[in-house]
């Protein structure tokens, strides 16, 4: 292409548009998936997507192996990997957007011949748009409930039947509780916020009007609170007699990210003088046990709580499990069906509904997928069934996409085969 | 163009044909001693019983399939041969006979005959040192392997499984390959043993003593456990009756009985060959002979089973070959009945008829003749009959295999595509088809070679994959695959995508060699020719793997509630269209020219052997159904062909950069405003 | 721009110093109390779901009841947290578990169906409200064939704490429980814990009693011929004056001196310097550098060549002990992969007195024969 555009500005543009830079974003999203698929190998799913797939930047590693044999040995047998820096696929698919929006959009010639590649190119800005909103607006996590017993006095005291909140799987937060009697006022930290106390850092937390600080300190990802016995030796504080053990996933099986529990120790620290210390462990309890354990302390005649927990949501609904129904293929283990007959109430009435595999319940904005089951491996009843309910804005924006971009490749190249068809190309090349 | 090199390359063909044809036709090994069966199973009662509904894995299926699972897993192979030295008067010299047996007449020697099918050389033993860790003795100059007969191995199953279970505890990358073959060989030996021990109760008949154990049964000195079946309550009551005296000498061996029959309804491994009176909704399991038994026992079976029992063990135990044929028709008849009551197996005579059919073996041989004449084609390129008959073949063969693989729809009662094995068979009809219209196209004879060539090499390793997996191709699927929407639209879409992926990458390869061997030289008119067949095809397959792949997500968004997982498989799928839209993008931009475009198109084969395959290997993921170490290694070798043809072809564009004017792009300067 | 770059200067600097970092709660919501079900007073064991932890302190509890006339108590034993017996009735057996998991549904189906075979186990509603323990607890009343004896009963007083259900069982023959049933409710309502001491869980080695069979001897300190001596292990040793012995501590030498200062001998497998760090860790000091061992003075102990660590701070044990303006010395030595070491911790103040009396007692130190 030959710059006709002098100024800065529209060079800019130029090259933002340019068919090249499509070319070089492409190759390096490919590299970025590929690696990244590599990568699953050994680390969660969901930790790779975070680390290569929505970050800024990324410190790829390439397992040297060939034939499924390891090139060079690490101490655990694994392959050792080439360190390669790259940027994150974020950026990358921003600046495609922009390159695609730019050079494949405005700066093309809007005319018949091109409309098939215009509509597709508006098919792939609607499917990386959606992908934005959903990453950036969207949010997902899990209702587990146990079978709602018939009779009311069947029912245990502890378990979940009924539930109108949803908990991230993967993000937790720290709660600061403030017990008002009847209601409950609730302040949160977010997880990202506590990071900084991994290792031996520390975070202060604080608010206005609040009589205490609160000291997070030794802040793991992956850990269990354990009992410290008399032969146990341990770097970590003992307090009340327990400690928290950082846990390593075992070699050669896929770390999951949803089945870690964050722990921490925490150190309040009142105004007037008074000093509390606690461990606190993001244990997830449903659909066991409904309630929360917070560490519960006073100050000033005033009853908080601290809570470490999954990322809470709250529902416009409840979703009560009148029945869960598991269908094996026969003489078999493997289930050929799993569906939930669930309730939903909310202030207007209540609805009986269906929940099952590729078929979800939409309501209000929120979409309730069937996703697993309990207890596993041995079965109910009692059971129970696992919830996940997501909310996005995109949710069909990509269904749309697909059919533009079907639209549009067909038109272009149904145009172009036929045009080669008609045309003399297609003489001179046969003999 | 050449003839000669065409002759050339030709002969070379015919060499390595006929190579591989001689390592095929080894000596079969030897089966010592005189065979219980004298006369062979008749062959119309072999199709017959090879449609005998059963229940196994989750579905009902017919004998025969079950009969071909089992002994792919356990011989590795598709039928048992051996050559039979009977035992012969000293100073005779014995004549051995080459017997070649099926599957369903394997599986029916193991019911009927189980003395004689355990000295079958089956298990196949790769590796020596294991013959000797297991303390075998052998002849020292095996050809590399040997078959052992169950008997034998049998006889060291505690050495055997000792030498597993410490196997098994070693992570996977630090186990030998005497490891991998104890584990293999210890899984396959529990197949036969289950299958072995099946009819226990059945192959044996129980001697009664005591005239008031006697009287029970009609005054009958000998039982069989059908009999018992039958009589189940007035042996219940006399039990009863017996209470804790059940020793006492007045009545009779009860004990022995007793014993017997708790061992006999305990076992409860093996297929399901018992369908139950109640309706499939209220009851989906069908029994087995010992469920049969222990529900008789407690007064709880199905009246029709004892006599379904009675008939099968009639046959089992019977004297010829004619009262045995007799007794295990009847027994299919009443159990096709029973289940065709059900509403179930109404598909089981056509899977029996479709594996005896073998349609897509004779699209494979087509294919063959097809790729021969397109060869012809080439040598002699001024004959248009021996190009029609090419395509005449090639679009035969295409039709062969999808008749194939309708019939597994109708059989599965789901869209084309279930599983692994089926990729195979539909990437290689695709790919197979694409290029015959790239053909139909730009008649140039190359694609009239590759159609027929992808075609057969697809449908060969479906078969070798169908027996080195060892599986029940048409295994019901988990809950969440269950919706034939998706898995008619999502599904084939990708596949298409593959295939043309592959088929371009075939293209290019031509290319490649078309290049590096100077066949068109000096006018490079075929090289051009396919360059725009690559291309053309490129478009096809970016077509529908885009789409393909948005379709998965949109299928996960209502399975999942996300869109896009970054999981393996959609990452494999995703790469593919990445790779392709670059291409098309680096093409129009001036990038790449011919010759890059054929090295990039070889390398979007590399990622979809990636995506269809090596993605399932890496072990993690939704979409990880499937492991064998064979396909690991077919996975390498496809990587290391498409490899060397990359490597010759950027060689040869690095020595000889391209003497012939660029290929002219019609459509594309239009493309750029401004232009 | 001095404005700026005395903005910059003051970044560059806090940056250095890089002070804690803070965050700020977000703002506050307001929730109905049914919106977050809440357990405001749970213990530590129940909110951070432990295992069954060893108490802290002092000693097990436990569990005492006032017998009813006729009855004995008798020693507990595993799963039995407090046992009675009715010497007339040696059938019968009465006797407290604590803390048994499975829930009240499992229990009481292991209690009806599989130890009484009796199919229809009672709702929890339908049983008798009796107390137990100063607790209200539900009885489960039974009768049947148990264990293959006939006409057997069993009442059982139980409550639960979550799925952990602690019952206190009655079994025997079926005239013999009917006949005892109120001396049973009254026992289960007299039930109390009550602290142990001296702790009935002791540690294996304490003064005056028999050392187990397989235990190395012990050899007799010069010093420790007091009635009241600390055990000594296999370390023969010269306990200076003021020492005073720390009774039914499972450490050798144990013994306090001055204001909260304690001194002992014990043995440890690892690293020296992984566990001189840990002790370090103690003192809030930081880890080692790798040849810090090296720099180390040396000091008799066992021998030549034993390390002294010589450490001032604020202590805090792994056990929540807290000294401020505490002193350690450490004299340890490793032998085979196993460290020998005598630790001493106290306040600064005591710990310079007893800082000579400490040498003296390291180099009096040997192998007991």
Known sequence: ?431 | MSPSVMQRLLANVVLLVLALLASCGRQPPRLQGDLERTEPWPADFVERFGALPLQHEGRVMPFSTLAATTLYAVHGRRDVQFDAVPTAAAGEIPAPRTFKLSPTEWLLDVWCFPGQAERYPLFRIENVSVLETLGFQHDGQTQGFEYLPYGQLVAQGQKLQDLAQAAEKKPQAQRSAVDEQVLQLFRQLLVYHRLHQQHAALQSEMKLDGDSLRAVFDGASTLRIAGLMQKAEAFRAYVKDAGEKFEDPKYGNLADLLLFLSDAATARSGPSLLPPLRPREQEDTWHTVPEAIDRAMRGAADPQHAAMAGRLQDGLLAKDMKERVGSLDAYLRAVAAAAAARGEGETVALESYYYRANWHFHAMMTFVAGFLVAVAACVLPRSGMLWWASMAASWLAVGLLVADVWIRCVITGHPPITRLYDTFLFIGGVGALTLLIAEWILRRRVALTLAPFCGALFIFFARLFEVADGQDTMKPLQAVLLSNFWLGVHVPTMNIGYAAGVAAALVAMAWIAVRVLRIDHPDSSLAKSLYRMAYGVTCFSLATSVVGTILGGVWANDSWGRFWGWDPKENGALLICLAQIALLHARMSGMVRDGGFALWTVATGGIVVFSWFHTNLLGVGLHAYGFSSELLTGVWVSYSVLGLFFVAGYTDLMLRPKPAPVDKVPAADALVAGR | ?369
């Open chain 1, 1 to 431: 292409m030959t710059a006709v555009a002098q100024s800065p500005a529209a060079r800019v543009v130029a090259f933002l548009g340019s068919m090249k830079l499509s070319v070089w974003l492409l190759l390096l999203l490919a590299a970025l998936t590929w690696l990244g698929t590599l990568a699953q190998v050994e680390r969660s799913t969901y930790d790779v997507q975070r680390e290569y797939f929505e970050s800024w930047f990324v410190v790829a590693e390439l397992p040297l192996s060939f034939w499924g044999k390891a090139l060079v040995e690490r101490a655990d047998g694994t392959p050792w990997p080439l360190r390669i820096p790259l940027p994150g696929a974020y950026p990358v698919m921003a600046l495609f957007c922009v390159n695609l929006i730019v050079g494949g959009l405005l700066r093309m010639k809007w005319s018949w011949r091109n409309s098939g590649i215009l509509v597709t190119h508006l098919g792939i800005v609607l499917l990386l748009v959606a992908g934005a909103v959903k990453l950036h607006a969207s949010y997902a996590g899990m209702l587990a409930v146990y079978e709602n017993p018939a009779a009311e006095g069947q029912r245990l005291a502890g378990r979940q039947y009924e539930s109108s909140t949803f908990t991230s799987f993967h993000d937790h937060e720290l709660a600061l509780l403030v017990d008002r009697g009847d209601a409950i006022e609730e302040r949160v930290v977010p997880e990202r916020a506590l990071w900084a106390a991994r290792g031996d850092g520390a975070v202060t937390l604080r608010a206005e009007g609040l009589p205490f600080t609160v000291e997070v300190r030794h802040f793991v990802d992956h850990a269990s609170v354990v009992p410290k016995g008399p032969m146990v030796q341990t770097r970590m504080p003992v307090v009340d007699g327990a400690f928290v053990r950082a846990e390593k996933w075992p070699v050669g099986v896929q770390p999951k990210s949803e089945a870690e529990i964050p722990a921490c120790y925490v150190t309040v620290r009142s105004d007037a003088g008074d000093r509390f210390e606690a461990i606190l462990s993001g244990d997830p309890r449903v659909p066991k046990d409904r309630s929360r354990y917070p560490f519960a302390f006073t100050v000033r005649g005033q009853r908080y709580g601290l809570d470490l927990r999954h990322v809470v949501h709250d529902l416009p609904f409840a979703v009560r499990l009148d029945k869960f129904q598991k269908l094996d293929h026969p003489g078999t283990m493997s289930p050929r069906d799993f569906r939930s007959f669930v309730t939903v109430v909310d202030g207007a009435g209540s609805q009986e509904a269906q929940i099952f595999m590729n078929n979800p319940l939409r309501r209000d904005g929120y979409v309730v997928y069937q996703t697993n089951w309990g207890p596993q491996p041995a079965g109910g009843p009692p059971w129970y069934s696992v919830f996940e309910v997501s909310w996005n804005p995109s949710d069909i924006w990509p269904a749309i996409a697909c059919i533009v971009i079907w639209i549009g490749l067909f038109l272009h190249f149904g145009k172009k085969l036929l045009g080669f068809l008609d045309s003399s190309a297609r003489a001179s090349l046969n003999q």
């Open chain 3, 1 to 369: 721009m001095p404005i700026r770059f005395h903005a910059l200067a003051t970044f560059a600097v806090l940056a250095a110093c890089s002070p804690p970092p803070t965050a700020d709660f977000g703002p506050p919501q307001q929730l109905r109390k049914e919106q977050r079900p809440t357990v405001w007073d749970a213990s530590t064991k129940d909110r951070l779901l432990l295992p069954d932890m060893a108490p802290a302190s002092g000693g097990a509890k436990v569990w005492v009841g006032d017998a009813p006339a006729g009855w004995e108590t008798r020693p507990s034993r595993q799963f039995r947290d407090a046992v009675w017996a009715i010497p007339t009735v040696p059938d019968a057996e009465v006797y407290l578990t604590v803390g048994v998991g499975g829930g009240v549904a499992g229990n009481l189906t292991r209690w009806y169906t599989q130890q009484f075979g009796i199919a229809e186990v009672p709702a929890i509603e339908a049983l008798q409200v009796v107390e137990m323990a100063g607790k209200p607890a539900r009885l489960a009343e039974m009768k049947g064939t148990f264990g293959g004896k006939p006409d057997w009963a069993a009442l059982i007083a139980f409550y639960a704490e979550g799925d952990s259900v602690t019952s206190f069982k009655f079994t025997g023959p079926a005239a013999v429980v009917d006949g005892n049933r109120d001396k049973f409710l009254a026992l289960a309502k007299s039930l109390r814990a009550a602290s142990a001491s001296p702790d009935p869980k002791a540690p294996p080695i304490q003064p005056g009693q028999p050392m187990p069979s397989t235990h190395p001897d012990v050899g007799q300190a010069p010093g420790a011929t007091a009635p009241a001596a600390a055990a000594t292990g296999p370390i023969a040793a010269t306990v200076p004056d003021g020492w005073r012995p720390k009774a039914g501590s499972s450490k050798w030498h144990h013994h306090e001196f001055g204001a909260g200062g304690e001194v002992y001998v014990s043995q440890l497998g690892g690293g020296l310097k992984d566990t001189l760090d840990i002790w370090r860790g103690e003192m809030g000091q930081a880890p080692m550098a790798a040849d810090g061992m090296a720099q180390l003075p040396r000091t008799a102990f066992l021998g030549d060549g034993a390390v002294l660590l010589d450490l001032a701070g604020d202590y805090r044990s792994f056990s929540g002990k807290q000294i401020p303006g505490a002193r350690m010395l450490v004299a340890a030595r490793e032998d085979a992969g196993s460290i020998t070491f005598v630790k001493l911790v106290g306040p600064a103040a005591d710990v310079a007195a007893a800082a000579e009396p400490f040498a003296a007692f390291c180099r009096s130190a040997r192998k007991a024969q």
